[in-house]
Structure formats: C-alpha cells, structure tokens
C-alpha cells in the first residue's frame, strides 16, 4: 500500500507526482457516510492461486498511443506489455486493419486507462495499477473494452492523452500522477465524460471544486490519520494522545492529520518528533521519549513512523502504552515471521493487506510479480477497484451506492451534482505475525 522508503524504490520525481496517495505511494511504508447500497460482491470462491499477472486475451485489451486521432485503430500490447509488466514504449505505427479475433465492440462500454507506463519513475506504480485493474476486468469483462492510453510524465501530455481518450472511450480512469490529475482538473478542457482520478489533485481542491464529472479515488495517508484518530477516539474517550512522528514530510502530514481530528473530537494531545539517520531513529531521541511517557503517562501512542522505527520505540517503551498507526506502520507478513515488538499495535490498512479472507479479496488472483512491495501491491488493489467501480458507475449511472472493495468499504455519489467518494479501511491487530480484525481482539 505498502517497509523501509520508497525513495531506495522510486526516483524523487515520482514521489512529488504521487504525493497526495498514501499507501502508499508517497511514503515509506506504503502510499470516506454511508449510502444504501445498491451493489454487493460476488459470493466468495476459493482464494485464486497467486499469479504472476492475471493474462488477458489481446483481442480484449488495446493499447491507444496518445497522438492516435479520432477513430484510429488500436495497436494491441506485445507480451511485455501483458497486465503487471512495466510496459515498454508506445508503438509507433498502427495497424491498418483489425486482426479477426477481435470481438464485434460497437455495443461495449469502452474504458480508457489512462497510465503513465512510459514514465521511467512511474512506470513500476503505473504497472501495478494496471495489473490490478485487468485482473478485475477478467473477472467481469462482458460488455465492456480497455483501451489502454500510454503516457509520459508531462502534465501537457497528459492532458493531450486525456482529451482524446474522451473522444474514444465512454468513461476514463486516470490519470495517476498528482499534477496531472490538477492539470486536467484546472484546464479548460470540458470533463465531459466520467472520469476516475487514481490520485488527489494538489493544494487537496475539495470535492465541490472538481468538475462533476471528476471522481477522486486516490488512496490517502492523512485520511488513514483521520479514521486512525475517530477509532483511537471511541476506544479511548476523552484521553490524552502522544502523537510520536519522525521527521520526514510524510510523517508530519499524518502526525498533523491525526492531531486535527483529535483536537476536532475534543480531546487534547501533544506532538513529539524524532530525529532519524538513514531511516533510523536516534537512540538519544528514544531515550528522552521513553523519560517523557514514564513521566506524563499518555493514555495512547499515535505512532507517525514506519514499522522499523516502531520496532524501536517498542523494543523501548515496551507495549503498556496502546500503539495505534496507519498502513505506515505495517510490517508485512511473511510465513513463520513474528515481529514481538509490534504484538499489539493497532493500525489501519486495506482489505487487500489485513483482510486477506474476506470476501470481497478472496475473488482476486493475488499479485505476485518481482518487484512486488506492499505499496506496489496496495496500487494493485486500488486498480481492482478502479474498474469495480468504472463498472459500476457505467451500468447504474446517476445513481449512488457502496461496495465492499478491495481497499475498504467504498461510498459513490455520482453524476446527480458534485461527485463523492469515502473509503473507511478495516482496523487490525498485528498478533504473532499476523492480523486480527480489531473487535476481536481486548
């Protein structure tokens, strides 16, 4: 979603382009009111064996360059540009004429995936989302076509892909890159068509201040801190809170995003930040934080850190203090692996990571290509439910309804005024190398 820093994974550039995701994207570690439903998941099937990538037949999957005009035929991927590779640069010619084995699609729904896979940055995230999002189309493909619309980095280009992938396709899922999601937002350009942003724009523009065909879908870290605070909240009424954050920007983003809401709800806390060298946290640091909780006896820990780090601060302060965190926080499972300094932390993460039999995740193959990390397989689930409700939007349009995603329970409203969108995640013990759903643990 998503441990120890993307920056060792991605280059800067691609942390700025995705800074607004959370899980998962745009930190170590990684990257929301209800509404009678009007959809429910698929009754559960024996968990899908893990696969490299989920394989599409290419008669159902077209690659649209971005220069293509209106009306050109789609040149169809190479191998290497199968759901979960990185693709490879965008074909230069297009064929003159359509293969046989390509379905009559004049009656199908046409979704355009509009991914950055020619960025060098971004093309491992974009990858990811892509794999995802096929492997969902797999599952429930009747009626519908992907065309899948190659891009660069350039918020310019972007906007160009964009508005011919308006011309070509009924309802368009992207773009993923922070800026370009602004870009195409604050242009001229008439959103004319259902568009899904898989990221949040920058300056967080409210929902109002979108065009209404825009829906905002995008994974988010300080709206992890928020539901983080709501549920510390109820269990610990009126408590005092010891928000415990490093010093990276990430970090400060959710302590602020956490210490707000807290405020919001009444209660009173206090901030802490710890200087760290190489993703470490100073043992001085640690030390005067352990003389501080052994003083001021906060009822509850709202850790800002990464699951390395609060390793250390447990191996320190040992578990007496409630541990509460977002998907940063996660460790990871891995068979035969328990983690004792992180038995008892509370935290928040996607279906996808802490929820492994729930029904709606169950349906899915799991992602397991080579360069698979939590934050890469968090943008993998998000591209399951980016078609989930692409789909959903096109079949039942005008309509409002909530699903159980992949990535948490997920509200829409959309197209009857400004659109919404909530996801609330499940909330998770971290036990002897595993998760447990927090309800069921004292």
Known sequence: MLIKSLMGLFAAGALAMLSACSTPCDRPGGLCAP??????????????????????????V???????????????????????????????AVPTAVPTAVPDTKSATRIGLLLPTRSDALGPPAGALRAGFMAAYERDRSGFVVNLIETGDSAQEVLAAYTDALAQNDVVVGPLARSAVSAIAAASVAVSKPTLALNHPEGRATHAALPHNMLVMGLSI?????????????????????????????????????????KQLGNPSQTVELAASNGYLSESGISQLKSRVDADLP????????????????ASLGSNVPAYGTSSVNPGTEPGTALAELDGVRLLDLPWEVQPDHPAVMVYPRWNASRRTLDLDRLYALGIDAFRVAREITLHPGT?????????????SFGNGPARFERVQPTAVYQGGSFKPADGVN
């Open 35 to 60: 509404i009678e439903p009007n959809t429910s998941v698929a009754p559960a099937q024996p968990r899908a064996p893990e696969v490299q990538e989920p394989v599409v037949p290419e008669a159902e």
């Open 62 to 92: 077209e690659t649209m360059p971005v220069d293509a005009p209106p009306g050109a035929v789609a040149a169809h991927p190479r191998a290497a540009d199968l759901p979960g590779a990185v693709p490879t640069a965008v074909p230069t």
């Open 222 to 262: 300080e709206d992890e801190a928020r539901q983080v605070a709501q549920w510390a909240a109820s269990e610990h009424p009126g408590a005092r809170a010891l928000v415990v954050s490093g010093a990276n920007a990430w970090q400060r983003r959710i302590a602020s995003a956490f210490a707000s809401q807290w």
């Open 299 to 314: 009822a509850l820990l709202f850790t800002a850190l990464d699951a390395d780090q609060l390793r250390q601060v447990r």
């Open 400 to 412: 409002s309804f909530s699903m159980d995603g992949v990535t948490g329970r997920l509200s829409v």
